[in-house]
């Protein structure tokens, strides 16, 4: 067995993974990042994805620039549509497109002129633990036998498995739950030629979120690409497309191919950090509640914890759950809150009809235009939505107790306790808020249910 000797042993070579380990090599320490994957074929589960210019530069991140090879394009309107394909919501931020494969080798070459080292087709195995079982690095796999890491610091970023995460033993600080199929939201991506490719490449993305589904564009300037994401399994989520397809927002294509993936659907475990362990990422369920993308909020604790563990481990510190306590504060005041509130008031803000999804739209209820943001009184918009019978008064039930739970839950994390000691009180007010809330997932199965074979 061979054996290696670091300050920071991080586990998975992408966004998350490379961010992190980049930051902390930055600082000056002996980082390995490790991926079970060969390095040409990390990043490639999925083939495009879009994230915002803006987040190159806050994160200090090389920008791609149109001619680098992973940028396909750029388009700056969104829009949101009502599920009867009304009353166009346009929001403006400029949105690269990018090969997601070379996205990722780019942001490793940044890694290593940080200092990291990276080594591929390398797993993580098991977790070490030192002789007052604390974590203290990990066995890894190889294809010529198995190589032993000594590390301050082990983390966790290998995506929606969380390899690390769930070894560790239940008592260990940090949860060590499995995301199950209902618990993942089940992504579909067609690839598609356009049979009038003039008239109807998309310039613009369009989301109807009633549905989950969206039209965009992909590689190919004379193709596009349809989605859809469903908790449960990849089957329901396809037959959630099909049922939208036969609506005819869509416009006509031939199919090219299918791409599937999935990504985390619920809350976060409620502490990031353990002794010498760190979370992030898919592995941290960190993920926007209404799109499903996760790599500007994965940069977002990975700059944060940087900068807590970059302290706590000065001078060969090993870093206690306690000393780097301050990154669960940080993000979950921030994020953290504001994603709780928002997964908290899924459940109510679908549970309503096609009508009843359209009205909101036109009266800008929940879904808000740029010109509408901050216009109108809410509760005496629902109030008219009630005395008009635009929202039935079981569906304005639904709606006005995911955003009271959803106000409950947000206000909660902003009081995340600053020390470890108040944690395990707040999480009994927290499970209760949790249980309020509901589940997307009861939700599809009911669905499913009325579907049939
Ligand atoms: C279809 C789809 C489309 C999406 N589109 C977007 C988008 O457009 N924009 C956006 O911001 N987000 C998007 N997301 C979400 C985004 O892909 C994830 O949030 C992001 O990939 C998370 O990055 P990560 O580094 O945490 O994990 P991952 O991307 O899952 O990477 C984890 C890495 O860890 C490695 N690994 C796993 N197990 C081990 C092990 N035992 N040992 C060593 N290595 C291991 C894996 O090989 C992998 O390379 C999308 C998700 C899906 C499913």
Redesign the pocket.
Known sequence: MSEMDVDVLV????????YFGGLMAKQGYKVLI????PEKE??D??S????GREHFGNFGLPEPKPGDSEYIRSFDTSILRSALNNYPKTSHAAILVLRRALMTQRIAAWAKEQGAELLYQ????KPLFNDQGKLAGAI?RQNDGELRVKARLTVD?????A?VRTSLPADYGVENFVTGPRDQ?Y?V?HYVNLKNPEQDAPKVNITWPYYKTWFASQPEAEGALF?IGANLSFDYAERCFQRFAKKGFLPESTEDHI?E???PYRRPPYSFVADGFAV????ACI?NPWS???????WALGAIAAEEYGRAMKDGAYPSRESVWNVNVRYQQAQGALFAQNLAMLCGAVSCTEKENDYEFKHAIIYEDETEKGKGNLLLKLLKAFISGGISPKSLGNLLRAAGTGGDIFKHYIAYPGTSEGLPQWIQQADALWEKAGSMADLAERDLAGMGK
């Open positions: 586990v998975g070579a992408f966004t998350a993974g490379l490790c991926d079970a994957l990390v990043g589960r999925y495009v994805i879009h994230v390398t797993a993580f195995e890894l970023a290998s995506g929606i498995g390899a939201f992504v991506l989605g791409e993936s999935s990504t992030m990422g898919d592995a993920t499903g993308e996760g790599v500007p909020y994965a």
